[in-house]
């Protein structure tokens, strides 16, 4: 009867950075510039509003460029103000899943720009 001798299979001892499952994460901050314009835009188009008219006429128009509509006499839903707010945000995010998709922040990280993703 032959001898059989229990051999242990050992993995490739790799470097960590080396291996494909684990990736180094960057820590530092990212902004993406498709999300962030339009929150700017909008944002620069109340401010003003709370000089000129105060504090809750510039919460209403906040509210009112997202669709909900607060003023008396009015219905409850309206579409005429969302160009300023939320048309410029959805575009802006629907561009940020594409970029992602395409892989353009990836090629933007890669070639040592800082802080800036689309």
Known sequence: MAKTRAVAIRGKTSNPGNNPRRRRRNQGIRIPLSIA???????????????????QRAMQELILVFGIDMRRGTKTFTTEYMKHGLYPFLGGALLHKAANRLGVNRAIARSGIPWIRI
Do not use: K, Q
Request: glycine residues 16%; charged residues 0%; aromatic residues 10%.
């Open 37 to 55: 314009v339009p929150l700017l835009y909008t944002g620069a188009w109340v401010v003003p509003l709370v000089g000129t008219h105060g504090l």
